[in-house]
């Protein structure tokens, strides 16, 4: 059982002091902001018991506020990430990300350790992975204390090849996210056998991730099915891994029921859920269902809620835009970055309820579905049984490195034969 602290007590200030990694106290060093590892996110969940930190993809800085507040709400921790291909649409990316945590977080007397994740970092070919070398110290630099190395559009064994290529270039102490299966919905979806492929041969080479994210059955953005997460297969795949001591990441959670977000918490080893659309679409006002998928009218169109989020007449110029791009509603997401600057010129009084929106929105998933409040507790205890930024690894070397050797290594992948589903544009 975690107990409970407040405010600025010689607990939090103490983990202020040694839990914050060498990056962000190098950037924010006169900061009261707790900003921690991925892996200490992780460890107060498992702490928690049947608990999955929000993970909150940050498309805004209105977004980000409002998770925040929710988080402090909730004495939750959290994580706030944005994804590679977001940054190309949203003004959020990985080298900015930190600095508006830090600076809302002292602004706003947050308390609650939050992670800097780097989420789908996507690899796609050996050039990326090159580019990946560079890139990856450069969003550390930045603040960045977690990161997702996303190589599952690629075969099983490139997918393998490369997280060992990059590994090298992720800090020992930051939280690190490995990916099997492409999130495709109900196709393509991930087996026991990929995952332990991937699992077991980074464990070989000493790579212990935090999480893997699978395809079990959900999709980015709107979910246009009522299938979503498939609990049966999630659960099988992580019993499997149990050996491994690897912490499940639930993708694409937007849109999948509460009761389904509360099965995935209690029957399986997630600790770490990822919501962006819901989150976009609660702060530009539309009406969503009780999980956050966006209802729409007779005529297939979002339905704007007059009290909530932006003014009308400022959504009524982003669907004239949307309508001359020839924009679907997965598309709308692309607005994100046009309209940016047009969202934070509202008026104070707008801006505070997009913020409430998201806040009363994030509070009930961390309190009511995610079972996470409470946990930003067991986070600074964490923080302090280890006398460190660095939690260390939940796994030990299990695997003989010689058997995953490059002729090893081909070998298995060869006796996998996995369905990948259908090729094209997955990405967040």
């Not at 998770?67 to 939750?76: F, G, H, Y």
């Not at 996507?122 to 997702?148: H, Y």
């Not at 997918?159 to 102490?173: F, G, I, M, R, T």
């Not at 006796?415 to 090729?423: F, I």
Request: aromatic residues 6%.
């Amino acid at each position: 059982m975690c107990t409970k602290f407040f405010g600025y007590s010689a607990d939090f200030l103490k983990a202020v002091e040694i839990g914050r990694p060498p990056n962000v106290a190098r950037l924010f060093p006169n900061s009261k902001a707790l900003i921690v590892s991925g892996k200490v996110i992780d460890r107060a969940m498992l702490a928690k018991g049947k608990a999955i930190a929000l993970a909150a993809n940050g498309r805004n800085s209105l977004v980000i506020r409002g998770v925040l507040r929710a988080a402090q709400k909730a004495d939750a921790a959290i994580i706030i990430e944005i994804a590679k291909s977001e940054g190309s649409y949203c003004a959020v990316n990985y080298w900015n990300m930190a600095m508006m945590v830090d600076s809302f977080c002292n602004e706003m007397g947050i308390t609650v350790p939050v992670a800097i994740h780097a989420d789908h970092y996507g690899i796609k070919s050996a050039g990326d992975v090159e580019t990946a070398k560079v890139a990856i110290p450069s969003m550390f630099d930045a603040g960045i204390t977690s990161i997702a190395i996303d190589a599952s559009h690629l075969p099983d064994e490139e997918n393998l090849l490369a997280s060992l290529a990059l590994a090298p270039v992720v800090p020992c102490w930051a939280g690190l996210e490995t990916e099997v299966g492409e999130i495709k919905g109900k196709q393509g979806l991930s087996t026991v056998e990929e995952a332990l492929f991937l699992i077991r041969g980074l464990n070989a080479h000493d790579i212990f991730p935090d999480w893997i994210a699978l395809n079990n059955g959900t999709t980015h953005g709107i979910e246009a099915n009522d299938q979503g997460i498939q609990v049966d297969l999630t659960a099988s795949i992580h019993e499997a891994l149990a050996p491994y001591k690897i912490s499940g990441a639930q993708h694409g959670t937007s849109g999948n029921s509460s009761d389904r977000l509360r099965d995935i918490a209690s029957r399986t080893s997630t600790t770490k859920a990822n919501v962006a659309t819901a989150l976009q679409m609660v702060s530009w006002g539309l009406e969503v269902n009780d999980y956050g998928n966006a209802i729409l009218d007779g005529n297939g169109s979002f339905i704007k809620l007059k009290d909530r989020g932006m003014t009308d007449g400022l959504w009524a110029e982003m669907v004239a835009y949307a309508d001359s791009k020839g924009y679907k509603k997965g598309d709308y997401k692309s607005l994100n970055l046009p309209f940016e600057n047009r969202l934070l010129s509202q008026s104070r009084e707008i801006r505070d309820r997009i913020v409430d929106g998201v806040e009363a929105f994030a509070c009930n998933l961390m309190q009511n579905v995610l079972n996470s409040s409470g946990s930003a507790t067991c986070a600074v205890e964490a923080i302090l049984k280890a006398g460190s930024f660095d939690m260390g690894a939940k796994a030990k070397r299990i695997e003989d490195p010689a058997e995953w050797t490059g002729a090893g290594m081909a070998e298995k992948a060869a006796s996998l034969n996995p369905d990948k589903g259908p090729a094209g544009h997955f990405d967040d």
